[in-house]
């Protein structure tokens, strides 16, 4: 029997409205599908108040006949919206899928005409056409891919760098050194626990964020939550991608959220159970779809993600088995991470909740000739040399990592080794042993005189999905290594000198117009380079030919400990930040 309740007491048929209505709404083709969905088109007034009484039982009391009708005529789209976005271009029910897609791409192809129009002046049709428009489409389709597609290791001139060195600023080693993506802001921290903030124009000093005191109390009953500041030594230091928020954490076990615009503390996120010695925010740029995430790594074997667009924590990360040292991202939802003593570097998946185990901990060898020191990977041997002597030096420990592209990343380590990882293996595919020379120390021994042992790798940092990567220690140079193109290995290409320890490693590519802006940054003659760094002058650099910036933050002792500490003239607690130009 049927419900009582969809029981009419009349057949009626369904009938097309003849009059036609010039509401507000402007897509005619979202008119005509409410008008299909309600059964009816709209009805004269006299007509509507006669139906209204055999629908009352499904309408609300309180809802007069004004509003009843016009439901045909209410705009139901968000607010605050153009409503021709919500038609994209000229639509038509009877389009094929075919025509749908080359209209899109007519439209995007619009879009970039009008963005480049927007950023570069006016340009001439055909050379937009032939070449910026294939050169954005290019770079559009290389960058969604995720793979490394930039080469451009020999295409910069490392005879001459221009460099900036900050001064007067921290009174102990400087740990960490990040700069704002734009090339406007730098920022530095050192183990007195504040922050500076640093013009990259000038080199002068902005801002500093003070290190915050605590009421030294009876016991642990100190409560360090509400205070808007770090406590303790600062460790780590990250960038939004928009250079909005700026990340820190130390000893303190706090990862610190500051407003670098305002200048003033956002939030500060617990829940690690020791200090915080990695930071790394993922490349995306933020949007409805892609939130800042921040990546951090503790003492306390675990990783953290934290959501800084509703200011709240996401997820912990488990599976070191030792101090997590070093994490690096990129544009994916994926993070690269070094643990340390437990010898892996893992790969996480964070939508998937999966990671992938790299296990090192190899050896590497290190031959020393009678008249120089020759140097080869695992698996090696001299070159021509009879009467040379070979050391083997084991990983234990692997202290920084660097990501190349979504799909490859290299690692350092304390036995001084580099390694190449990808993640369709679970071995490396190349090593570098001994990047940096050995350490030649004296001891007051009788039995040993000399102690001789590779200088460990304490930075890494790679311009993102390019071949070039570069590496720090103690040895008074930053390395420049250029990838294979078929990521098979690496080469040395140069050095540029950096005294002290080398603590953390950025690269950076600013606006083109930033040679202009910073004298210090313009391209100078041979002749002028035995000037101060901060003080050349000369010409400026040529339209699109943007320099790539390497920043370092360098210290006189390392920035976990001091178990090495160099100290002497040239040895400064800052910043340097060289610009690598094009060869012309």
């Known amino acids: 029997m049927p419900d009582s309740f969809f029981a009419t007491s009349k057949n009626r048929k369904r009938k097309r409205s003849t009059t036609r209505d010039d509401g507000p709404s402007a897509s005619k083709k979202a008119a005509r599908a409410v008008k299909g969905k309600g059964g009816k088109?709209?009805?004269?007034?006299?007509?509507?108040?006669?139906?209204?009484?055999?629908?009352?039982?499904?309408?609300?009391?309180?809802?007069?006949?004004?509003?009843?009708?016009?439901?045909?005529?209410?705009?139901?789209?968000?607010?605050?919206?153009?409503?021709?976005?919500?038609?994209?271009?000229?639509?038509?029910?009877?389009?094929?899928?075919?025509?749908?897609?080359?209209?899109?791409?007519?439209m995007y192809l619009e879009s970039v005409k009008q963005g480049l129009s927007l950023a570069e002046g006016e340009f001439d049709a055909a050379e937009i056409d032939r070449e910026l428009i294939s050169a954005r489409l290019k770079q559009d389709v290389l960058e969604h891919s995720g793979k490394m597609h930039l080469f451009v290791a020999d295409t910069f001139d490392l005879s001459h760098t221009p460099s900036l060195r900050t001064k007067r600023g921290h009174r102990f080693p400087v740990t960490a050194a990040v700069a704002s993506h734009d090339a406007r802001w730098l920022y530095t921290s050192g183990k007195e626990g504040s922050i500076m903030k640093w013009d990259l124009h000038t080199g002068r000093q902005v801002h500093m964020f003070h290190k915050c005191r605590v009421d030294k109390g009876k016991g642990k009953s100190r409560e360090t939550g509400d205070l808007n500041g770090h406590t303790d030594e600062i460790w780590a230091l990250a960038i939004s991608p928009d250079g909005k928020y700026l990340a820190s954490g130390g000893?303190?076990?706090?990862?610190?959220?500051?407003?670098?615009?305002?200048?003033?503390?956002?939030?500060?996120?617990g829940g690690h159970r020791d200090c915080i010695s990695a930071l790394a925010f993922r490349k995306a740029q933020p949007s409805l779809q892609t939130p800042t995430q921040l990546y951090s790594g503790s003492y306390d074997r675990t990783l953290k993600l934290f959501d800084l667009s509703t200011m709240g924590y996401v997820e912990t990360?488990?599976?070191?088995?030792?101090?997590?040292?070093?994490?690096?991202?990129?544009?994916?939802?994926?993070?690269?991470?070094?643990?340390?003593?437990?010898?892996?570097?893992?790969?996480?998946?964070v939508p998937e909740e999966t990671q992938l185990v790299f296990r090192?901990?190899?050896?590497?060898?290190?031959?020393?000739?009678?008249?120089?020191?020759?140097?080869?990977?695992?698996?090696?041997?001299?070159?021509?040399?009879?009467?040379?002597?070979?050391?083997?030096?084991?990983?234990?420990?692997?202290?920084?990592?660097?990501?190349?592209?979504?799909?490859?990343?290299?690692?350092?380590?304390d036995s001084g080794s580099?390694?190449?990882?990808?993640?369709?293996?679970?071995?490396?595919?190349?090593?570098?042993?001994?990047?940096?020379?050995?350490?030649?120390?004296?001891?007051?021994?009788?039995?040993?005189?000399i102690v001789r042992k590779p200088r460990w790798v304490t930075a890494l940092a790679s311009l993102r999905y390019s071949d070039l990567f570069a590496s720090g220690s103690w040895d008074g140079d930053i390395r420049l290594w250029k990838v294979d193109q078929k990521l098979k290995s690496f080469s040395l290409i140069g050095t540029i000198p950096a005294l002290g320890v080398v603590n953390s490693l950025q690269f950076l590519t600013p606006p083109k117009d930033f040679s202009s802006a910073a004298s210090w940054a313009s391209r100078t003659s041979p002749e002028d380079a035995s000037e101060a760094p901060a003080q050349t002058t000369g010409k400026q650099a040529k339209p699109g030919s943007s320099p790539v910036l390497l920043v370092a933050g360098v210290g006189q002792e390392t920035r976990f400990g001091r178990w090495i500490q160099r100290k002497g003239e040239g040895h400064v607690n800052g910043a340097l930040v060289f610009a690598l130009h094009p060869r012309t």
């Not at 500051?258 to 939030?267: A, L, M, T």
């Not at 698996?379 to 990983?395: L, Q, Y």
């Not at 350490?439 to 021994?445: M, Q, V």
């Open 251 to 269: 000893k303190d076990r706090r990862v610190g959220i500051w407003d670098v615009e305002k200048n003033e503390w956002v939030k500060g996120f």
């Open 41 to 106: 088109g709209r009805k004269p007034e006299g007509t509507t108040k006669k139906k209204g009484a055999a629908d009352e039982e499904l309408s609300d009391a309180t809802q007069d006949d004004d509003e009843r009708d016009g439901i045909d005529e209410m705009d139901l789209r968000a607010p605050d919206v153009d409503p021709n976005a919500y038609e994209s271009g000229e639509e038509d029910e009877d389009e094929t899928p075919a025509e749908k897609r080359l209209r899109l791409a007519k």
């Open 317 to 349: 990360l488990f599976g070191h088995q030792d101090p997590v040292l070093s994490i690096d991202t990129l544009r994916a939802e994926t993070a690269v991470s070094a643990g340390g003593r437990d010898k892996t570097v893992r790969f996480w998946k």
């Open 418 to 449: 580099i390694s190449l990882w990808s993640t369709q293996k679970k071995k490396p595919i190349f090593t570098q042993a001994v990047a940096h020379g050995m350490d030649i120390s004296h001891e007051d021994t009788e039995d040993v005189a």
């Open 360 to 413: 090192g901990g190899g050896g590497s060898k290190w031959y020393d000739d009678l008249e120089g020191m020759d140097e080869d990977h695992e698996g090696g041997r001299p070159k021509g040399k009879d009467n040379s002597k070979s050391e083997r030096f084991i990983e234990g420990s692997i202290e920084c990592v660097a990501m190349i592209d979504e799909t490859t990343f290299v690692s350092g380590g």
